[in-house]
């Protein structure tokens, strides 16, 4: 796809718009070739945003501009289909009558390529999924992870200055999954367009996205890349998507945060007042007593709930107010332990584990 | 040169065509009558299209490209275009007079205009707006019958239907419609005296040759031979 | 989750030329069912008009038209659906013949369809006879009549339109429905019908409008009797005989009255 | 993934009695249109039929019938479908009285809609008469007006039955399609074509059907002149006058046409 | 739903269909109240099976048995109404004329429940998952996990005796997943009819299931309980899944297995011939030279890609005759070690890290 759009300025939208009751104001910026993750609870306006952006649905305030271009603004909008979007729907909705050779074609030829093009690109794009046995399959006969690679393919083969896949990867097996991801890091790699990417699973955004937008309610919580992100998560929602026990508290002394779960003994920082304190579950160890020795940071806390992954569990604990915390220990000490809901435990967590920056 | 129409007549280039417009009762006799001419005048054409006498002749108002038309009875001639109501374009080609039909097996037992009185004898009549309908109101008005009417259907085809159907015991046609209906209808003649007449008038449109002539051969002895045949009276 | 349908473009349309080739055919649609109703309303004589409806017989006829076309609908939505469901649903040749077969009474000249009322349900009627001898019922020259003839008439438009209609609702809703619980019954009118709802009311619209344009069968099965069975048409019919101004103007009346019920019934009923 | 359509029952059908509520009022309504056309069968004078069919009228009124008839759907395909779509999709009051207006065809009943067709198209029509005198072009009485009569009084069946059809069409595609870049005629043509497919085979055999028996309008517009403008009802209506059991013969071939015709087309066609 | 449904004898099933020219013969058993989940690549014929069981696909032979009665035999089949299932289906196919709770309540309702009950069950599926306030709502003002919750609400309403759920939370946000996941776990354990779940998500399977069924090909590959499975992979895709390295060997020392890979050195067994070996991408630890000391198994690779995944970062590797190894590594080896594709790099496995069992 190298070297065919113009996103030679990127993305730079501000999108206001509503459905029903429920609105979104979301500022997106991208330079070209860069690729954007959007994250956020159901229901928080990802989806949304890809409409506005696509043209299906009317900007109330904002802009969009595109490579340069205007798509969106106060005076002008142009209709979905004067806009070069690559654009793939969360329910894939591939044409019921239009076989997947004919789906994924359906883009390039609307816009004028000739027929031998189109079967050429056609047949490259099916194969790059994976797909190119089922080219003449209609979408009835599809699984659903075989049509949510063709309604892919679909989206890929419009030459778009802009793509904006809703859940690409949702329904496939995870063995594919790895090879599809693989394969669209390699093409949005090549590509000077600017790719809006929702996703739900963190492996997706973090593999293939520059930067990360997370939503709520339809407004931006955190933006960053994803180091940033991963390290200083900033709301509940973004801790538990990256897999770390998140506080907000209170800078009282050079190395102690004033947390819901009391006062946590960090590694140290140089500032005063609002703080975030963040530790992953596999920092916090179960103890049947309360331990002594090197952690500095205990609470005696109740089992919630515990599921088994293999020879992993993850524990969800909370203390007597209700804060949850998470650990993540070995089967084998789920049995030591016996941990099961209502067990109470020892929890510690090493000040070393801890991180903690200004909120 | 012409009267309301243009006609299709002798001024088409190649071959002649005469266009005719017939009432629909005639068109069996008009049928026979285009076909006697086209074999009398090789190379000449009739086109008759036949239709109720009020259509045809809001045709001929719009400007149907016709020769001439027959119509039946004389009350339509006033929705013509006002030259063709020139009295000197038309003739009287035919004649009809009403005619009571029933069932072929008569179940009603109706044998005559008095039976129509009678409240076990449904009776369908044509219309007010139609002169069959106008016609036998006058008809019986004037024998003091008052009928027990069911319908009154708006021409003769959908009056005669029900007679030959059973759905009704009685009607008041025209005879020629009863001959028509070739043996499916029986006839029961009306007393002269109590009977109207109803004439045939065929009207020319354009002044060309061919339709003159084929007026001609409907006015001639000939054609009343054919007319009576379908069971209109001679003029 | 739906796309939205208002459009995002607030001013500038840019595919204009591919627009045009939608709309210029579709003008010509337009023209071709317009341009002969304009005539006729330019032609009509407006000043008359006043008095022609206050003939004695308009009023009769407009009720008698409003009572039998409606009862029409009804009889076509009650018995209608359920068929045209079934034959969208069926497969086979059975039910292509018999869909074959429905479409009949379109084909048939009306006057034609009125003979064949008139043999199945007339005095001597393959139904009539017994009817009349058994229950001393006779159908022809009541309203009764008009409705049959109606049915017999419109009912197939419908049947056809509606059966298209449910052709298109996708399957999967009625094997979910199934897996539910749902009776065939209960998918019929839970989930067919709803879905089906934008067809249902064209197939109404069709129907009801066919019914009341509806002359051949009317006035050769049920006759012409002021009161009985003397729908508007057959007045309008009748009226041309020896008056068409007066025709026209009442044709006039029956149009803006059908445009009227009809849309503001489809405004308000679909979308 | 497409749930299959063919039912998993090898033999019980449980829900009998809700099946029954479906087939009960489904076969009312086939009967309200079987019979008269089985006791127009019964009735028929099946002997002379070969000496019926031999009259020299027939054969061009059937050619003429068919050559118009095929000519009105095609116009309505060509003219009507693109009408449709932009009604389907049109929002607005403007939509819903145009919508409304494109009805009263059906409504009209035929004869007067053959007087307004003369009104416009006559030799003193509003457009007729600039025709007649800038081009020298006459209309009534050709086979053109055999056309427009049917176009006039079926497409509109067309256009109501196809829009109900293109409503039911999932707008997402429309949208999808948009952002693929497809212009409205693309959208159009590719997408809400072959998904309102069923609709429009259904809306074509109404129109079909309709123009096929069309009969009022043709004779007021087109007149009765055989191998011009005698369509097959015209020819029956003329044999009806003098010899119903040939008119009957003939309605029954008609019909056996169009069975014959429909059921092979859309047996092909749909599915 | 504890008590309602009559699955006392739980499923026996032998389904072998086709659809198109892709036929499924799959045995499926699971006792009341147990949780079998069907994993198993695109196309492999998951969403067949379950199509089969709710009668949506005739069996070409086979049978279904559920609580003891027979919904397909060889002679005789239940229509679809008549079995008393519980569908979600992938693509949610809610009934878009209706409002959630008019979706919800379709199945009870069709089964004759009263209204009041009905509106009271409605109310209580729909809280559950945490939608209540979207009672009102139709599909078309739902975002896609919202509507895949409803959806799951409409097949738990209708008290089956058997739960068919196809991919039921591949929508959701990962904390509306853990909590759905809790919920689900909590309703199914109350539950005695037997459960189907469909799923790409290990963590779905391992959580929920009590048996995991792996399909190929509309074949049965692999089936046993979770940790069966996941110690124990029996083909390259279930390894995949449950994220190990898996080769298939023969033994020819009591310690070593020759695989592809070259003589893996193992624990020590006590068997000979075909042999699985078996071991964590996190055992595996990279070394720009070939190392020294305990780890007995050392290879030469070539890194194919390196995904980062935050903290950690998942790099895949493939010897000369491209035989892929995965290892998980700290994402400061990979700067550490200059780790992108291309690179050659040493892979060490300890004995100790190396499961081995007999195929
Ligand atoms: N007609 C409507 N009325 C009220 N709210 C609506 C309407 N349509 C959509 N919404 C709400 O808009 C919100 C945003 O939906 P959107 O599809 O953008 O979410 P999303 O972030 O994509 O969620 P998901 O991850 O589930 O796909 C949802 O909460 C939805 O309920
Ligand atoms: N009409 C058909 N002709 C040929 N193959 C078909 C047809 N319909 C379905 N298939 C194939 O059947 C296979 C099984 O599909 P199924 O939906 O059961 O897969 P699945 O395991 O559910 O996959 P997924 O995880 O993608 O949902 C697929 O490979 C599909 O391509
Ligand atoms: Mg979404
Ligand atoms: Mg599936």
């Known amino acids: 796809m190298a070297g065919t759009s113009g996103g030679r300025e990127g993305l730079d939208a501000h999108v206001v718009a509503t459905r029903g009751t429920f609105g979104v104001d979301v500022t997106v910026r991208a330079a070209p070739g860069e690729v954007l993750a959007v994250l956020g609870p159901n229901g928080s306006g990802k989806t949304t945003v890809l409409h506005a952006l696509a043209g299906l649905l009317p900007l109330e305030e904002g802009h969009v501009h595109v490579g340069g271009r205007t798509w969106a603004g106060p005076q002008h909008a142009l209709d979905p289909a004067s806009r070069r979007t690559g654009l793939l729907l969360a329910d894939h909705l591939l044409f019921p009558h239009l076989t997947a050779a004919g789906n994924v074609g359906f883009g390039p030829r609307a816009r004028g390529m000739p027929g031998t093009a189109v079967a050429e690109r056609v047949t490259t794009e099916l194969a790059a999924l994976g797909i190119a046995d089922l080219a003449d399959r209609r979408p009835g006969g599809l699984s659903h992870g075989q049509a949510q690679r063709v309604a892919l393919a679909r989206a890929l083969a419009t030459d778009p200055h802009l793509l904006l896949l809703d859940e690409p990867l949702a329904a496939l097996d995870p063995a594919t999954r790895t090879d599809v991801r693989a394969t669209l890091a390699h093409r949005l790699a090549a590509y000077d367009g600017v790719t809006v990417l929702v996703t739900h699973d963190p492996l997706d955004a973090l593999t293939l996205a520059d930067r990360l937008v997370f939503l709520e309610s339809g407004r931006v919580v955190q933006e960053g890349t994803p180091s940033e992100v991963v390290d200083r998560p900033r709301s509940r929602y973004v801790a538990q998507v990256v897999g770390l026990n998140l506080y907000a508290g209170n800078a009282t002394a050079v190395d102690t945060v004033l947390t819901a779960l009391g006062p946590v003994v960090t590694p140290g920082f140089a500032h005063v007042g609002a703080t975030w304190v963040a530790f992953a579950p596999s920092a916090v160890s179960l103890f049947p007593e309360r331990p002594e020795g090197s952690p500095r940071n205990t609470w005696p806390l109740t089992v919630a709930a515990v599921e088994l992954l293999g020879r992993l569990a993850r524990v969800r604990l909370v203390d007597g107010a209700g804060h949850p915390v998470v650990a993540e220990v070995t089967a084998a000490s789920v049995t030591a332990l016996r941990l099961h809901p209502g067990t109470t435990v020892w929890a510690a967590v090493k000040a070393s584990e801890v991180t903690a920056y200004p909120a | 040169s012409s009267a309301g129409g243009t006609g299709g007549g002798t001024s088409a280039a190649g071959g002649s065509t005469v266009t005719v417009l017939a009432a629909a009762s005639l068109s069996e006799a008009f049928s026979d009558l285009a076909g006697r001419f086209e074999s009398e005048h090789p190379g000449v054409r009739v086109r008759v299209s036949f239709g109720s006498s009020s259509k045809l002749a809001q045709q001929v108002a719009q400007g149907a490209p016709a020769d001439l038309v027959a119509l039946a009875g004389t009350t339509v001639l006033a929705q013509l275009p006002e030259e063709a109501q020139d009295p000197a374009r038309r003739t009287i080609v035919a004649r009809n007079v009403l005619e009571v039909a029933t069932p072929p097996d008569d179940a009603a037992g109706v044998s005559g205009l008095a039976d129509l009185a009678r409240p076990d004898v449904a009776v369908v009549l044509c219309v007010e707006t139609a002169p069959c309908g106008s016609a036998a109101d006058e008809v019986l008005g004037r024998a003091g019958v008052t009928p027990n009417v069911v319908s009154r259907e708006v021409d003769v085809r959908s009056t005669l239907a029900k007679i030959a159907l059973g759905e009704a015991d009685a009607a008041i046609v025209y005879h020629s419609d009863v001959v028509t209906a070739k043996g499916r209808v029986r006839g029961v003649p009306i007393p002269a005296a109590l009977n109207t007449t109803l004439d045939y008038p065929l009207v020319r449109l354009t002044d060309d040759v061919h339709p003159a002539a084929f007026a001609a051969l409907v006015s001639s002895p000939a054609g009343e031979a054919v007319l009576v045949d379908a069971g209109f009276l001679a003029p | ?271």
Chains 1, 5 share one sequence.
């Open chain 3, 1 to 271: 989750m739906s796309i939205d349908s208002r459009p995002a473009s607030a001013g500038v349309a840019s595919p204009l030329r591919s627009r045009t080739s939608l709309i210029v055919p579709a003008a010509v649609g337009v023209a071709l069912v317009v341009v002969p109703l304009t005539a006729l309303l330019l032609r009509a004589d407006w000043a008359a008009l006043p008095q022609h409806l206050a003939a004695p017989t308009v009023w009769p006829a407009v009720r008698l038209s409003l009572v039998t076309t409606t009862t029409t609908v009804l009889i076509s939505l009650l018995v209608g659906t359920p068929l045209a469901w079934l034959l969208a649903r069926a497969t086979g040749r059975a039910a292509t013949w018999l869909r074959a077969v429905l479409t009949v009474p379109l084909v048939l000249p009306p006057v034609v369809g009125g003979v064949a009322l008139l043999l199945a349900y007339g005095r001597n009627g393959v139904v009539g006879a017994p009817l009349d001898e058994i229950l001393g019922v006779t159908i022809p020259f009541t309203p009764v009549a008009v409705v049959l003839a109606e049915v017999f008439v419109a009912m197939p438009f419908y049947v056809v339109a509606v059966e298209g209609a449910m052709r298109q609702v996708d399957r999967r809703y009625d094997a979910l429905a199934a897996t539910l619980g749902a009776s065939p019954w209960h998918t019929f009118a839970r989930v067919a019908v709803p879905l089906a709802t934008p067809g249902i009311a064209a197939g109404a619209a069709l129907a009801w409008a066919r019914a009341l344009g509806e002359f051949g069968a009317t006035i050769t099965f049920a006759g012409n009797f002021v009161g009985t069975t003397q729908t508007a048409p057959l007045a309008v019919y009748t009226a041309l005989e020896q008056d068409p101004e007066a025709a026209i103007a009442l044709s006039v009346v029956m149009l803006t009255v059908s445009v009227v019920v009809l849309g503001a019934l489809r405004g308000r009923w679909v979308r």
